[in-house]
């Protein structure tokens, strides 16, 4: 590699995603995370062009196809012809979000796009000057389920002067994402690339140090556990080899914090702890807005004032008018209680009284008979929703909280 | 600590400052009859550890017989210290006062955990409160509670947490919460589907809009190509129209430029021209052209020796004014140019500068010499005077006045120390004296040493200062010591004198010094002298040397210079203008216009060319007029052969439209104007197809890229999304509300099943022994004051159905183990009670109530009143160290 290659490598913009697991109650809120994913494409497209990048490289789910969104396939359209109109070429290969398959509204891109194919890994070289610089190898997904090794497929050639492989994949079975076109990192090794232009992991970070393998991450984090910086990076091979370097590019920051409340005297000190945390999140967040999950744990006699009805309510509705106001806003998402009583249940376990035979009813149904209680109590509840929301809970977790709120209302504080 | 006393101070019918006591520390049995105050007493117990009622309350008052206001004392003790809790009424119920130890706290340490009402139902009662037990909401709570080991009822819990569940969801509901946001989601999803479908009809409506661009492109091809022929055939109608119309002109036009040409021709042959003169044209014309400055230099001539006769006549003039040695070749000797006179000029100031110089050195040396002479004179008559050496006066003078400065230096009388002397002298005086008349001759001998010591103070220094004085005198030249004053005047004189010397020595000097100055200024001037002789040599001007006199001859000089030059200039100028004027002559000599004799009259000359001049014009104008004629006979010639190739090649381009049109071959200009005509209407209907396909796909493609600008389905997205969010968080809460209903609940059942209160259990056993055995459960379930007896063979029988004796004997076993149930409440709060054993069935269960009563004395302190001996004596067989009291009628 004689000659420096600049590329931009970005992955997951998933435009037009549903965000899941927030409650955006705030107009302002709502118009800036409908806004965000756009946002982060136009900050790509513009870092393509301030870098002088010759061109730019998409691994997978630019958008989400199930969504049928119109407006953002035609967002993502504009932004390629931006790139075009500046001599810009782009690479992109289709996810499991954006399958080739998957639902187009039929938008035509500019010629400088080039949309891997998704019978094979396809081999495309990137001519600047009259003279190939770079090989890209890529594979869309055909359909939205991929689960071959595709990364066996790819293989340099000998001459290529620099070899990059696009691919949207789960390298090592991460959890929480679908494990679709798997690799490992050795059969990333094997493949003989310079670098690995990844897609799929919404986290960025390396995966691999020789060759560079890298997850560009979403640009913009779509949902509460997709917190701290999010964005692209910029790469850049030469003599000195190759090297990346991240970019920011969301609009707004994720963000999840928690207060423990084992020194706070009371709903006073507890809103000041959480406006501490809040401008912690802030400044963390450098300049941009963010939302803000925040957990109260602990144990503190704070636990018996939050359980009365309205005063969790209270408090966040408080935190969400002060955080907004200030610049940047912060929108305190969500305000967990998971605080615990003062007195350990296990107080009450060995006592003889109803609150011992509560606790030890409630020991005695861990496991298979509070899952099953959950079930019954759930299935009764969701039976007719319009939809079933993402609970993710625990039995015994609820079980534990439910015997804290009994002990709550069956011990008050002047028991204690 | 238990009561001792009661003391009624001011309360109801009882006599003003009463007293009950003293009370046992277990039972006391109070046996009074009916109106003795055993109400009273146990109400007033209440009264001072609660206060008085007001007026407002429904409780009897027991107002005292004059209206004052009511006060009562209670007195406790132990062993070993009293406390005196006293009420007054007043505000509030009146403040009680507590004497004794911490009796701050007293009071309430004493009631704590127990309410008046409780009091009141509990602690002292009569048969008005027995059976109100049930109805104290309170007490039911606190049976349970403690049961259950709380505070609070387990019921009241469950019904919190079944209120709780049941405003989120409830199988029944529709406007809970849950229910509320799950009708959001489903709007919000139906928003979502209707977005999709929007999605779904863009898709297929682009496929309609790329088929539209397709057509309106084609349609609008068409309509160009078609509107391309008609423009065509137009054009060509109206440039067939031009060539017509083209040729028709052309050949009026060649008409026309024959005749013309024809006319030039016949006007080129009338012309007649003078051939011989045209041949001289350049000559005449020279001479023509030259006419005015022949006349010029015939004036110039006559005016150039005009002035050269008037110039000779001035330069006779300065020659004459000058002198008889100046003619014209001294004059042109003298050189001219301002070198002579900056030369002059230089030499007359140098001149001038030496002289003056010379006289201020010749003036400065003579005064040097006056100032010297009249120095030196002044210096020898000081010499003179002071007697010095004349062969060394100044050196003389420097010894002199360094002695005479000596001498100053010691005045006369100045020879030994007096004082010192006369002082050491009196010393030998007193001390001889002293010796002689005391006859100490030692003191006499001891007198000599201040004796010698006065002696040589007083002589001593004397002897050496007269010798160096006398030295000093004769180096001063003086034979003695003059007084001080004269030698003053002498030092004077003698520094005068060096000064004068030194003065002298400094004048000689200088004059030295200004008297060669002078001698070579004269040197200087001399030079000047001699430079300036030479000069007036060199510019023959040797009439005068003085300066002034020379500078005036020069300027003369340069007149006649000037005068002379003139004359030179003006014959020069004469001499040329005539020849001029002869040249001219021969000039129209050789053109024939003059004969060689006529060639000095410029008269003559001068008509003969302006005659010759007016000829040669007259026919030079003719000679233009026939090749102007000809030109136009050419140019036509020319002309009528391009009209005449032009009209050709209309014809054929003529040819050739009709040909392309598709006219026929006869045809012409009106007809090819039909097929213009035609094919304008055809590309007319075309472009209104096209623009109609357009219309249509300008309609659709906006509205296709409204909805792609608008992003309402990620909104309702994210609304969907909160919803979920929000219907996950209740149904989270529902969860654990619900889960922990069902735990309170459970245990609830549990409890009825197998724990039944500790009160309950001990007052079975109370009720059990008050009843014989008649009875053995008492049961109620948990939450309800619903009570049941079941007997021995376990039938039930509800609280209700029982006799009013059995469910007075059931309350006060109830009211003995909920006391006996109270472990926190003070020991010392006692129990009154107000016959209540009356409505007993028998004397059987009265005595089995009395044994129960006093075995609950002996850890509660009981104050019984009765106004039936029977009872008493029931007592008193059950506790027989009891402590009986007796009250009389009031």
Request: with cysteine; charged share 30%.
């Amino acid at each position: 590699m004689s000659r420096t290659v600049r590329f931009v490598h970005a992955a997951d913009l998933h435009l037009g995603a549903p965000f899941k697991g927030v409650d955006a109650a705030d107009a302002r809120v709502r118009e800036a995370l409908v806004a965000s994913t756009h946002e982060a494409l136009d900050r790509i497209v513009g870092l393509c062009l301030s870098e002088q990048a010759d061109f730019l490289v998409l691994a997978g789910d630019v958008y989400n196809a199930a969504e049928k969104s119109v407006h953002d396939q035609a967002a993502f359209r504009s932004a390629m012809r931006r790139l075009a109109e500046a001599g810009v070429r782009a690479y992109v290969a289709h996810g499991n979000h954006d399958p080739a398959d998957g639902w187009s509204a039929g938008l035509q891109l500019p010629d400088t796009v080039h949309v891997f194919s998704g019978a094979e890994v396809e081999r495309v070289e990137h001519v600047r000057d009259g003279e190939t610089v770079a090989v890209l190898y890529g594979r869309s997904f055909p359909t939205r389920k991929v689960t071959d090794r595709w990364v066996r497929d790819y293989e340099r050639r000998a001459d290529d002067p620099l070899a990059i492989g696009v691919l949207h994949t789960n390298v090592g079975g991460r959890a929480g994402y679908d494990d679709y076109a798997p690799a490992s990192a050795d059969e990333l090794g094997g493949a003989g690339m310079d670098y690995w232009a990844l897609g799929h992991i919404h986290m960025p970070g390396r995966v691999l140090d020789d060759p560079l393998a890298v997850y560009a991450g979403c640009p913009q984090g779509l949902q509460p556990n997709e917190d701290g910086p999010r964005g692209c990076y910029v790469v850049e091979a030469g003599a000195h080899g190759v090297e990346e370097r991240f970019v920011e590019t969301a609009s707004v920051r994720w963000a999840r914090s928690a207060v423990d409340v084992a020194d706070v005297g009371g709903i006073d000190e507890l809103m000041s702890a959480l406006g501490d945390v809040c401008d912690a999140a802030r400044a963390e967040a450098a300049g941009r807005p963010a939302i803000l999950r925040l957990d109260v744990s602990g144990r503190s006699a704070v636990h018996a004032e939050l359980a009365r009805p309205g005063v969790l309510d209270g408090v966040l509705k408080t935190m969400r008018e002060e955080q907004l106001d200030r610049d940047p806003w912060i929108w305190v998402d969500d305000l967990r209680d998971r605080t615990r009583r003062e007195l350990e249940a296990d107080a009450s376990r060995t006592r003889d009284g109803f609150d011992g035979e509560l606790v030890r009813l409630a020991d005695g149904k861990r496991g298979a008979p509070a899952e099953a209680e959950l079930e019954r109590v759930l299935g009764a509840v969701t039976a007719r929703l319009a939809a079933r929301p993402d609970l993710d809970l625990d039995a015994d977790a609820v079980l534990e909280r439910a015997r804290d709120l009994a002990l709550d209302l069956l011990l008050p504080e002047a028991d204690r | 600590m238990r009561l001792r006393r009661i003391d009624a101070v001011r309360f109801g019918a009882l006599p003003r400052d009463s007293s009950l006591g003293e009370l046992g520390d277990a039972l006391t049995v109070v046996v009074g009859p009916n109106e003795a105050g055993k109400t009273s007493y146990t109400t007033l117990v209440r009264h001072v550890l609660y206060g008085f009622p007001n007026a407002r309350s429904s409780e009897r008052q027991y107002v005292p017989v004059n209206d004052d206001r009511r006060a009562g004392r209670l007195v406790f003790a132990d062993g070993a210290a009293e406390w005196v809790v006293e009420r007054v009424d007043g505000t509030y119920g009146g403040t009680a006062e507590v004497r004794g130890p911490e009796a701050d706290v007293f009071l309430e340490r004493l009631t704590a955990g127990v309410t008046s009402d409780v009091y009141r139902s509990v602690f002292g009662f009569g048969l008005d409160e027995l059976s109100d037990l049930a109805t104290l909401s309170d007490i039911q709570q606190r049976l349970y509670a403690t049961a259950a080991g709380l505070r609070v009822d387990p019921q009241q819990v469950r019904r919190q947490l079944k209120d709780r569940a049941e405003t989120l969801w409830s199988a029944q509901g529709r406007k809970k919460r849950i229910h509320a946001l799950n009708a959001e989601l489903a709007e919000a999803r139906r928003r979502v589907r209707e977005a999709e479908k929007r999605a779904d009809e863009f898709r297929s409506e682009h496929a309609e809009l790329d088929r539209l661009v397709e057509e309106s492109d084609g349609l609008q091809r068409a309509a160009r190509e078609e509107r391309l022929r008609a423009g065509r055939l137009t054009s060509q109608a109206v440039l067939a129209g031009q060539l017509e119309s083209q040729i028709r002109s052309a050949d009026a036009e060649s008409e026309r430029l024959h005749q013309a040409l024809e006319e030039a021709r016949a006007q080129a042959e009338k012309l007649d021209l003078d051939e011989g003169l045209l041949a001289r044209a350049e000559a005449i014309d020279e001479l023509a052209m030259r006419a005015e400055w022949f006349q010029d230099a015939v004036l110039r001539a006559e005016a150039s020796a005009e002035r050269a006769r008037e110039a000779r006549r001035v330069l006779a003039e300065a020659l004459k004014s000058l002198g008889g040695g100046w003619d014209e070749a001294r004059l042109a000797a003298v050189p001219v140019g301002t070198s002579v006179e900056s030369a002059f000029d230089a030499l007359e100031e140098r001149l001038r500068e030496t002289q003056r110089h010379l006289e201020e050195t010749e003036r400065l040396a003579s005064e040097a010499r006056e100032t010297t002479q009249r120095v030196r004179d002044e210096a020898t008559a000081l010499s003179s005077s002071l007697d010095l050496l004349e062969d060394d006066a100044q050196r003389d003078a420097e010894v002199r006045l360094g002695a005479v400065i000596e001498l100053l230096k010691h005045p006369p009388g100045t020879g030994g120390q007096r004082l010192p002397a006369a002082v050491a002298a009196g010393l030998a005086l007193v001390m001889g004296v002293a010796g002689a008349v005391m006859g100490d001759w030692l003191v006499v001998a001891a007198a000599l040493l201040p004796l010698g010591l006065a002696a040589y103070l007083a002589f001593g220094p004397a002897f050496s200062g007269e010798a160096a004085v006398s030295e000093l005198l004769r180096a001063a030249g003086l034979k003695e010591r003059p007084e001080t004053g004269l030698l003053l005047a002498l030092q004077t004189d003698l520094q005068r004198y060096l000064v004068l010397s030194r003065s002298l020595w400094e004048a000689d000097g200088k004059l030295a010094v200004l008297e060669g100055k002078a001698t070579e200024a004269a040197r200087r001037h001399a030079e000047a002298a001699e430079a300036w002789d030479a000069w007036l040599a060199e510019s023959g001007l040797t009439d005068a040397a003085d300066p002034l006199v020379v500078r005036a001859l020069l300027r003369e000089v340069r007149g006649a210079q000037q005068a002379r030059a003139r004359v030179t200039e003006a014959d020069v100028a004469a001499t040329t203008a005539r020849q001029a004027c002869v040249t001219y002559g021969r000039k129209a000599e050789q053109a024939g216009l003059v004969k060689a004799e006529q060639v000095a009259d410029p008269v003559l000359i001068a008509a003969a060319v302006r005659t010759a001049a007016e000829k040669l014009e007259g026919t030079r104008t003719a000679g233009r007029r026939a090749d102007q004629l000809r030109a136009e006979g050419d140019r036509a010639s020319a002309e009528l052969a391009r009209h005449e190739e032009r009209t050709a090649k209309a014809v054929r381009e003529l040819e050739t439209i009709l040909d392309d049109a598709g006219a026929a071959n006869d045809a012409g200009v009106p007809e090819l104007e039909v097929l213009a005509e035609m094919a304008a209407e055809e590309a007319e209907r075309a472009e209104e197809a096209a623009r109609e396909a357009l219309r249509r796909r300008s309609e659709l493609q906006g509205r296709l890229e409204t909805v792609a600008s608008e992003d309402a389905g990620a909104r309702v997205r994210l609304e969907e999304a909160a919803l979920l969010e929000r219907l996950g968080k209740a149904v989270e809460e529902y969860a654990v509300t619900a889960t922990a209903l069902g735990l309170v609940e459970e245990t609830l059942a549990l409890y009825e099943r197998e724990r039944q209160p500790a009160i309950l259990k001990r007052a079975e056993d109370i009720f059990d022994v008050m009843t014989a055995g008649r009875y053995r459960h008492v049961v109620t379930p948990l939450g309800s004051f619903d009570l049941s007896v079941e007997d021995a063979e376990s039938r039930s029988k509800h609280g209700g159905h029982l006799s009013r004796g059995t469910a007075e004997q059931l309350y006060l076993a109830l009211r003995l183990a909920y006391i006996e149930n109270l472990r926190d409440v003070h020991r010392a709060l006692p129990v009154l009670m107000d016959d209540v054993l009356v409505n007993f069935d028998d004397e059987g269960r009265q005595a089995a109530a009395a044994t129960a009563i006093a075995e609950f004395a002996k850890e509660r302190q009981v104050v019984f009143f009765t106004c039936h001996e029977s009872v008493a004596e029931l007592f008193a067989e059950a506790s027989p160290d009891h402590v009986r009291l007796s009250l009389g009628r009031c």
